[in-house]
């Protein structure tokens, strides 16, 4: 061990090395970890937007009813002397007391006209109960549905009664006269508000609410009792809406202080800037400010209402200061009801919380309902005092000296503070409390663009923050701006409206009734404009145009399809994204704007989207042209000829290498199949046919369920208990044996849902015969039948019992590749048809669950139309066969042939083109048909139910509901049921933040933290094996791990830096931990029975590690969540090469992956080598072999952009993937006379070629020289072999059931024949070699189940 531990500290592999390793990795390209593989692709869970004022409403009418009985005090009120005296700031005893009374009421109509100018007054000034009962129901009766307010001043009466009443008087005024607050709410009604000034104020409003409970109460037992005498009155409204404002709490006197007003609460509603100034004065305080005087305080200039005066500016700032508090204290619901929906009301409380800040200095409490949390200490009120004392210092120089007015920096301040709040802090916090007055500051220009700019910062934090933004009020104001001809806020308009639009869509009908899209689609063409503001332009149009009639047609007028075809050929891919998404949803069912794109020829400027390098671009391209031939008006020979155009381009797309443009596809071809639904049938008629009449020759012919499987004696037992109860996806399997596994179910983002349809129900039990235990074979492999245990888990009721299996379609696909079908199809009928249900049949294959379950639905959907439409016969039993009515014949005259199944072929007129459907037949019941009980609440009938000579399209017994078979009600059917998230998904990017650093470059994240000890992980190993491997390796049969595998072993791989090994049997993989010996994992990966599983490789092995598997059949999947804790997961899947055909002794599909390029190399029983890049992808390169036999193997190295091919003639083929396809092929090595197994390319700069044939033979070539420079012969009858990349070494495992390991110079260093252990049997024939990319570790997988990993000797290690 000394020996290691020097090396391990030697210089030679000391830092420089460790960290040069490091930097590697650091810029290593990921394969496959973009958001589209990370997350599902759907919307994000919209928020329920509360912002929105359901019930917006205006304070019309105002009773003001002042009891001032002007020289006479009440009897049971002592006022001091001297005392308050001032009513609305007029001193009563000033004039005579009528003159005086008049006034009052004059001026508290003024007062309260500042804050609503438009609502009817009326005074009542010392009125009698009538007056006020005649005021009251006059008001109500004006306003109908709307807000009345009613102030009462009870100065010159007695304080309110614990009964409930106030005070007024009788017609002579020798008496007080009592009116009760029960009188007063009925002849009031609601919504109202009222206002009380006078002593013992709460006793009202505790009254006030007994009294409305008292109602809902009789309205209770009138509802219950007809005979009562409220039961024949219309319903009096809730007084639950009321709003009451009162000057005290029960038990207190108003305060008598000569230096206040006498009514100190209506002058804080109502002229709360005055009263303000004149406290601030009053406190110690104010001495600090020299010179101010309350006189000089009379004289302050400027107007309220004008934000450049020193009066109106501290207005403004009172505004914002209290509307920030209320937003701040109060409950959000509570805020929205009295801040935001009644402009009046929202004044009155404002100022009500000043009221309660200098009335509680009096030892007064104002009281309110509903009642609002205390606010007299809050904070913001220190910044009030300071603007007041900024503004009032000025005052005596300007008034005397006439200098001009300094503004105050109250709202740079507190912008400031607001930015401080964006700057620093963590995510879960409280919102900043300036964000009302962010809202206050949009309103000055001076500010605009600052605030606007912070604005969008907090927008950006996410659609939390948005909603609280709209919840505090931004929305008008931001559709104000948008009249603002500013050049210098459209980016951060844009931008704010986006962060809008991606949380609450439903704002775009208000853009449009304000014209508001204008200012977008001059932003979208306006090419000075940088891409990120037009992206975010187009992106609110895009939101503006989805499925809104009214938008559609306000933006096709502005052009909107001329600048968005501008723009497809953008740099910019998130631009050219949404544009095409953009298009796609203006032309969404509305035909004049189809009509407008084809025009502009727009389907055919789309097409060069669909081989865009970005996989979201050819996806928003296939959404725009899905849409483009899904518009349902009528149709004409020149839009049937577009849509077969834009169909036949979309099909081109059937190869492409991300699911989410296949998923699309499918979509887009969905609405294609919704429009020509008749012809589609007929094609679907002769594809069932023909099907029908087909034998294919593969090894699926005998395809099928069967519940009750056994791979072989050895392997394990699947025994499948379906219940009622079964959740999807979980497989249970019966333990047989400690050695055999649990199939574990695999989530593939839809869970490769064992038990909910057939294809899924055929496609996750992957075994042969379809019959129960014993009984006949005598189904065809379409057939619907299995045991009727599990076929109550067949039809689930969203997915109408499918008509056509997997299997089905599966031959029929393959069908339609052996036999020419033109043949049979009749001269008027157009191929297209044929050609796009190939395409489906395809896609329904896809190795991406999601995309065949779409592509499912579609088949399924016209095939149970076609064979409703064309149903040739009812069943009496199981031999008679008797005709049903032919169907008739639609006005157009399109016959469908009833009689013995023979193709229909469509008349030669045009009928076949247009839209018609035939009916169906009339259906007689017949008599003897078992009665149909529907099981597990309606699901898909029993399969003995079905007569068992059912004809294979037959709906069976008959369902309760014959839905879908009005040609309207199907075509829902499809286009309802299909749709993938895509544009929802990709409007998530607007509300998540765009400006944050993501996780992976913050350096103190734990993502990075993660990946930086990965990253150290793979330095230790990679140094460490090569201080062992440096020493050179004199044996390696040290057996460190062995154990039998669930299935035969056919593929192995280390993981190149975890002790974990992947083991591909037929079709499912294990997961082993081979440094503890324990089973990690073991999962079915998908592929269909007739395949197999011929090669894996680890994608980014250095950091997230992925796991590619390859199939015979051609196609790719990648696996995430692997050999962990967590649900192995199917990140994608693609068809790697279209042409395979699985044969039993082919070489299968070989892969070689480049993690410095993403570049994926792909071939076999093929005559290409097919290069895919992952990062697009898509197919880069298809380099012709030049050969007439299989590839075996591929090696490629990046430096030198070569590729090496082994081949199944023995030739070895050298190519230069820089070089045209016709010069590519740089050497050929012709030497070995058999199949090559292996051909290695050294990844030195001049790393030579080793290659080996099945005779064991091993040459090496230099890529230069046409001549092999040296040659070994090792065992003949090879059937697997692996060179160590790093300590050349090479391991040969023969049939013969031995393994052999040799050294460079071909000297035999180990020879394995026997297992370790107690019985020490002799090792089954090879099936499958691979050295540890790093460590002296061989893998052998063996006929015999057993898996056992042999290592160079312990000492060494």
């Given amino acids: 061990m000394k020996m290691e531990s020097d090396l391990l500290h030697s210089p030679a592999v000391g830092l420089a090395e460790e960290e040069e390793a490091d930097m590697n990795d650091w810029k290593l390209p990921l394969a496959f970890m973009k958001k589209r593989h990370l997350e599902k692709i759907e ?143 009925t002849w009031m009604g609601s919504p109202s508000i009222f206002v009380y000034d006078c002593s013992n104020a709460g006793i009202i409003v505790k009254s006030f609410k007994q009294f409305a409970l008292q109602r809902e109460q009789e309205l209770e037992v009138a509802a219950i009792n007809p005979s009562h005498p409220l039961a024949q009155m219309p319903l009096p409204p809730s007084m639950k809406n009321c709003i009451q404002l009162a000057a005290c709490e029960a038990s207190e006197l108003l305060p008598m202080n000569p230096d206040l007003p006498a009514d100190l609460f209506t002058s804080c509603l109502t002229t709360p800037i005055k009263i303000a100034l004149r406290w601030f004065c009053m406190q110690k305080s104010a001495k600090l400010v020299p010179g101010v005087t309350l006189d000089l305080i009379e004289k302050i200039p400027g107007r309220l209402n004008d934000r450049r005066t020193p009066l109106g500016e501290l207005n403004w700032i009172f505004t914002a200061i209290t509307d920030t508090i209320a937003w701040n204290v109060l409950p959000r619901d509570l805020f929205q009801k009295l801040f935001r929906q009644d402009l009046l009301v929202a004044s009155l409380f404002r100022n009500f919380l000043l009221a309660e800040r200098i009335m509680r200095s009096y030892n007064c ?54 930015q401080v709040w964006l700057t620093m802090g963590v995510e879960n916090r409280n919102p900043p409390e300036q964000l009302p007055i962010v809202l206050q500051v949009l309103l000055s220009q001076v500010h605009r663009l600052r605030a606007l700019d912070l604005l969008g910062r907090f927008l950006d934090l996410g659609p939390w923050a948005v909603s609280l ?30 962060k809008i639009l991606a949380v609450d869509s439903s704002c775009q009908a208000d853009l449009v009734k304000d014209n508001g899209h204008k200012y977008f689609l001059s932003v979208l063409a306006d090419s000075y404009m940088p891409a990120e503001h037009r992206t975010m332009a187009v992106f609110i149009l895009a939101v503006i145009v989805n499925s809104y009639n009214t938008g559609q047609e306000a933006c096709l007028q502005g052009n909107l399809i001329a600048n968005c ?80 155009n834009v169909a036949m381009m979309l099909a081109q797309l059937i190869n492409d290498g991300s699911p989410v443009v296949r998923k699309e596809l499918v979509v887009a071809l969905s609405h294609l199949v919704v429009q020509y639904e008749s012809n589609f049938c007929t094609v679907a008629l002769q594809f069932i046919e023909e099907e029908k009449n087909y034998t294919v020759p593969s090894p699926a012919s005998t395809a099928g369920i069967r519940l009750n499987l056994r791979r072989s004696s050895k392997d394990l037992k699947l025994e499948l208990n379906f219940s009622a109860n079964t959740e999807p996806g979980n497989l249970t399997p019966v333990r047989d044996s400690p050695a055999i596994p649990r199939l574990r179910s695999v989530n593939s983002y839809t869970n490769i849902r064992a038990a909910t349809t057939t294809r899924n129900l055929n496609k996750s039990l992957q075994n042969l015969n379809l019959n129960e235990e014993g009984g006949p074979a005598a189904f065809s492999p379409g057939n619907l039948s299995t045991s009727s245990s599990a076929s109550s888990t067949l039809g689930s009721p969203d997915n109408d019992e499918y008509i056509l299996s997997f299997e089905t379609i599966d031959k029929m696909r393959r069908v339609s590749s052996y036999s020419s079908l033109n043949s049979l199809i009749g001269v008027s009928f157009n191929s297209v048809y044929t050609q796009i249900w190939r395409v489906l049949l395809h896609l329904a294959a896809d190795p991406f669950p999601e995309v065949s379950d779409l592509a499912m639905k579609v088949l399924n959907s016209i095939a149970y139309k076609a064979t409703m439409n064309a149903r040739p016969q009812r069943i009496l039993d199981s031999g008679s066969l008797t005709q049903s009515a032919p169907a008739s014949p639609t006005s157009k005259g399109t016959h469908i042939h009833q009689a013995g199944g023979s193709p229909p072929m469509p008349s030669t007129s045009s009928s076949s083109l247009t839209n018609d459907v035939p009916k169906p037949p009339a259906r007689e019941q017949p008599a003897t048909r078992p009665p149909y009980t529907p099981t597990l609440g309606g699901q898909a009938p029993h399969s003995h139910q079905f007569p068992r000579t059912r004809k294979m399209f037959d709906k069976g017994p008959e369902q309760a509901a014959e839905d879908g078979d009005e040609p309207g009600g199907h075509r829902n059917y499809i286009s309802l049921a299909l749709q993938t998230g895509l544009c929802d998904w990709s409007a998530k990017y607007f509300a998540q933040p765009v400006m944050k650093i993501p996780e992976e470059h913050d350096l103190e994240s734990q993502v990075r933290m993660e990946r930086q000890w990965r990253f150290l992980r793979n330095t230790r190993v990679r140094r460490q094996s090569r201080s062992i491997t440096q020493r050179g390796i004199s044996r390696l049969d040290d057996q460190i ?224 020289t046409p001549d092999s420079i040296n040659v070994l012969q090792t065992v003949k009858g090879l059937t697997a072999l692996d060179i160590h990349p790093q300590a050349n070494l090479f391991a040969c495992g023969s049939m013969n059931q031995f393994i052999a390991v040799y050294n460079a110079n071909g000297d035999v260093i180990s020879n394995i024949k026997y297992y370790d252990g107690f019985m020490g049997q002799r090792i089954g024939a090879i099936s499958c070699l691979a050295f540890h990319p790093y460590w002296p570790h061989l893998a052998v997988g063996s006929n015999d189940y057993y898996m056992s990993i042999y290592s160079a000797e312990k000492r060494l290690r």
């Fill in 1041 to 1264: 791990f062995i154990n039998r595998n669930p299935g035969v072993p056919s593929v192995v791989k280390f993981h190149p830096f975890n002790t974990c090994i992947a083991v591909a049997d037929k079709d499912s993989i294990c997961f082993w931990d081979w440094e503890k010996g324990e089973r990690l994992d073991y999962f079915y990966n998908g592929n269909p029975r007739y395949t197999r599983i011929t090669a894996m490789e680890y994608l980014n092995g250095h950091d997230c590690s992925l796991l590619l598997t390859a199939t015979d059949d051609g196609a790719l999947r990648i696996w995430k969540n692997f050999a962990d804790q967590k649900n192995p997961e199917m990140v994608t899947a693609w068809q790697g090469l279209s042409d395979m055909l699985p044969t039993t002794r082919g070489a299968g599909m070989v892969v070689d992956w480049e993690q410095e390029t993403g570049l994926l190399m792909t071939s076999g029983d093929v005559r290409v080598i097919r290069i895919w890049d992952t990062d697009r992808e898509m197919k880069v390169q298809d380099i012709p072999t030049g050969a007439d036999s299989c590839v075996t193997s591929l090696s490629c190295d990046s430096q030198r952009s070569l590729i090496a091919a082994g081949l199944g003639d023995g030739s070895v083929r050298v190519f230069d993937r820089r070089m045209g396809p016709n010069e590519c092929r740089v050497m050929t090595y012709r030497e070995h006379g058999a199949w090559v197994v292996k051909a290695h390319l050294q990844k030195e700069t001049d790393g030579l070629i080793i290659s080996v044939s099945v005779n064991g033979d091993v040459r090496f070539f230099e890529p230069r």
């Fill in 469 to 498: 933004a709209l919840s505090v009020g931004i929305f008008p104001y931001v559709l104000k701006l948008l009249q603002s001809s500013a050049r210098e806020l459209r980016p951060l308009l844009v931008f704010i409206w986006a």
């Fill in 43 to 185: 919307g994000s869970k919209a928020l329920a937007q509360s912002w929105r004022m359901k019930d917006r409403m205006k304070t019309v009418s105002v009773a003001l009813v002042l009891c001032l009985n002007v020289g006479v005090d009440p009897p049971d009120v002592v006022k001091t002397s001297p005392c308050a005296r001032l009513e609305c700031w007029i001193d009563p005893l000033s004039m005579s007391p009528q003159k005086a009374l008049e006034t009052i009421g004059a001026n508290l109509q003024k007062q309260y006209e500042n804050w609503q100018p438009r609502a009817r007054y009326k005074q009542s000034l010392d009125p009698t109960v009538d007056e006020v009962k005649k005021l009251c129901t006059s008001l109500r009766r004006n306003a109908k549905e709307e807000r009345v307010l009613f102030h009462y001043n009870g100065h010159g009466v007695p304080r309110p009664t614990v009964n409930g009443e106030i005070w007024v008087f009788n017609k002579n005024y020798t008496q007080y006269i009592p009116l009760s607050i029960y009188d007063l709410q």
């Fill in 565 to 644: 075809l501008e723009q497809l050929s953008d740099p910019h891919p998130l631009l050219r994204q949404w544009v095409a998404i953009c298009l796609g949803r203006i032309w969404q069912n509305f035909d004049p704007a189809r009509w407008c794109g084809v025009r502009d020829s727009a389907h055919e400027k789309l097409y060069t989207l669909l081989s865009d390098p970005i996989p979201e671009v050819r996806c928003a391209a296939v959404f725009a042209l899905g849409t483009f031939v899904g518009n349902s008006a009528e149709r004409t020979d020149h839009s049937t000829t577009i849509d077969h």
């Fill in 365 to 418: 409490t104002p009281v309110s309902s509903p009642r609002l949390p205390p606010t007299y200490m809050h904070a913001m009120w220190q910044a009030w005092d300071l603007a007041v004392d900024i503004c009032l210092s000025q005052l005596p120089t300007i008034i005397e000296e006439g200098t001009a007015f300094r503004h105050s920096p109250f709202f740079a301040e507190q912008l400031t503070a607001f």
